[in-house]
């Protein structure tokens, strides 16, 4: 069963009694960014670094971190069960106004919500999955892990209503990332993934697939790649927090290969997968 009690501005609380103003700024305007950290075995995972992108978002919205990275691991930790693979989702808006304005308040009390769910496992991850390329339709600041997901949700749904996971998203001929996912594609032995910039949100689970390919002699590149480039890959892969890495074995309803799961994927997956369980 998973753990309701959440934690809001200081207090740990049953989830039903977690109540935030009407007039609060992430409610009005989406003025707020979110963190996703899973955690296996009770222990976050790679939370240094999810919290260095937690900051970079803070910075991102000029809004200060409430919180040292110590203060943050303390308010987690009680929130996570030891007997499941699980995530926390937290999330920091810039707090209650005394009256809409698009102007920051003079005086900000930032609203800080956490809570912590069970990963129930992708039921693509181990057949793969369908996607569609649609255009990139959102906002020039893609880094910023921002709450306003309006744009993303409108392109996920697109890709819901054609029987597809997920929707690869193209801007100017070049693929970014997935609606809620970093990409990667293997195209001549060489395994691909489009450079950090503002166009694409930072991934923890891509910097980790980079660490693991370059520690086991996979070769990779961090470069970009065009749609055109993407349709003649050999595997293609969806990349998040929660569904760790997805083959596709459709694109825009034509076969990747042979329309299974590669074997880049597979080694990638099993390594993936050990490096997990040796942080137990």
Not at 50 to 62: D, N, P, T, V, Y
Not at 219 to 235: C, V
């Amino acid at each position: 069963m998973e753990n309701k009690t959440v934690y809001l501005n200081g207090q740990y609380l049953p989830l039903h009694e977690a109540k935030v103003s009407v007039l609060d700024r992430g409610f009005l305007f989406g003025d707020g960014i979110y963190e996703v950290i899973p955690a296996y075995c009770g222990r976050l995972f790679r939370l240094p670094e999810h919290l260095e992108r937690l900051e970079q978002s803070l910075a991102g919205i000029r809004l200060d971190n409430p919180h040292t990275r110590k203060q943050w691991e303390d308010i987690l930790t009680p929130l996570l069960d030891a007997n499941y693979d699980q995530y926390i989702y937290l999330q920091i808006t810039r707090g209650f106004a005394a009256k809409r304005d698009h102007a920051f308040p003079e005086k900000i009390q930032p609203t800080v919500f956490a809570m912590c769910s069970n990963i129930v496992p992708f039921e693509g991850r181990n057949t793969g999955v369908k996607a569609i390329s649609l255009d990139d339709s959102r906002w020039e600041l893609c880094n910023i892990k921002a709450t306003t997901l309006l744009a993303n949700i409108l392109l996920r749904q697109q890709a819901v209503e054609q029987e597809c996971a997920e929707a690869v998203l193209v801007k100017d001929g070049y693929v970014t990332e997935g609606a809620a996912s970093n990409i990667f594609a293997v195209i001549d032995g060489l395994l691909i993934t489009p450079p950090k910039g503002s166009s694409i949100l930072p991934g923890i689970t891509r910097d980790v697939i980079l660490e693991i390919a370059e520690k086991n002699n996979i070769p990779y590149a961090e470069e970009i790649i065009s749609l055109d480039a993407l349709k003649t890959a050999s595997e293609i892969w969806l990349t998040s927090s929660t569904r760790e890495i997805i083959p596709v074995v459709e694109l825009d309803s034509k076969k990747i290969a042979d329309g299974k799961p590669g074997p880049v994927w597979q080694q990638m997956n099993q390594l993936f997968q050990a490096y997990k369980h040796s942080l137990d």
